[in-house]
């Protein structure tokens, strides 16, 4: 293992990111997930049948924001070696 400038290996810094794509990944299947309703309201029907990920700009602001975060992890520390 080859440690960087700032003393953290490189298999850390992209467990790191690893971490944070199966984060997004669950939060995203939490979401998507639809609500159980009430017992009152199990007779009703639902008005809409669009959900967010049919959305062409959902897909627009998650893949922004992935890269990012992505970007921003994988480039701390400044100068590279050569």
Known sequence: MT??????TRSRKWSFVLAAVL????????LAHPQTPASG??????????VWYGRWWMWAVGVAVFLVV???LTNR??????
């Open 77 to 82: 520390g400044g100068r590279s070696k050569i």
């Open 3 to 8: 440690e960087t400038e700032d003393g953290v």
């Open 41 to 50: 309201d199990a007779a009703r029907p639902v008005a809409h049948t669009e």
């Open 70 to 72: 992505v970007i921003a």
């Open 23 to 30: 984060a997004s990944l669950g939060l995203a299947v939490a």
